[in-house]
């Protein structure tokens, strides 16, 4: 079975520190990918990336960057923590023109 | 712009009250269509896939959905809901290959045992 992992299902940060969240996938897909999810908004797409070392703008990339040195690893990186992304992200795999599959996510809080 | 759409946001119902979930999708071309689900404190998961072949797809936990090409419609179906099916409930589509999904906002579904 799909394995998606994420480091930590619970982070708190304070206002302008620079966040890590990492997502690990032990199935070699291609793609994998970054959402936010808000009530009322759904998922909606930070960034993705289709392989090593690419990557491509979602629907919300400001105040996000990513990267992705291995294929099993996709980091998003928070480069100024501000209050507004206060949210639950979510990482998620495929192989190509299959469905998502999703770690548990984690519930950032900032401060 | 592409998109898929929920007509509802949240829905209750009783125990074996039979179910269906609105989608609607605004893309033409090669459409692969999902849903997931979402029980509470746990991660998304698919429900069932559309990507050709018989409209009406059955997928886990009873549930089945119909696509229907002239309503750009893809509601999701279950006879008899259970309380265990209380979760939120996403619609998402995958145009052309293209391996971008596009999620709906979801529909809250609780059940009243």
């Known amino acids: 079975d799909v394995k998606v992992t994420q480091s930590s299902r619970y982070l708190v940060k304070r206002t302008g520190e620079k966040v890590f969240l990492e997502c690990v996938q032990d199935?070699?897909?291609?793609?994998m990918f970054w959402y936010r999810q808000d009530p009322g908004l759904g998922l909606r797409l930070i960034y993705f990336s289709y392989d090593v070392k690419m990557k491509e703008k979602g629907d919300i990339p400001e105040g996000y960057s990513v990267s992705r040195e291995k294929k099993e690893r996709f980091s998003l990186i928070l480069e100024s923590a501000s209050t507004n992304q206060t949210s639950m992200y979510l990482c998620a795999s495929s192989l190509r023109g299959q469905p998502q599959h999703f770690g548990d996510g984690t519930r950032l809080s900032i401060l | 712009a592409q998109s898929v759409s929920q007509h509802n946001h949240h829905v209750i119902l009783s125990e074996a009250a039979s179910l269906e979930l609105g989608c609607n999708y605004s893309?033409?071309?090669?459409?692969?269509l999902f849903w997931y689900v979402q029980y509470p404190g746990q991660h998304l998961q698919l429900l069932l896939k559309y990507f050709s072949g018989d409209p009406l797809v059955k997928g886990i936990k009873g549930f089945e959905a119909e696509f229907i090409k002239s309503k750009f419609s893809f509601n999701l179906r279950k006879p008899s809901v259970q309380w265990s099916d209380t979760a939120e409930y996403f619609c998402a589509g995958l145009k052309n290959r293209d391996d971008k999904i596009i999620f709906g906002k979801g529909t809250r579904l609780h059940i009243l045992p």
């Open positions: 893309y033409g071309g090669t459409v692969n």
């Open positions: 199935m070699d897909h291609e793609n």
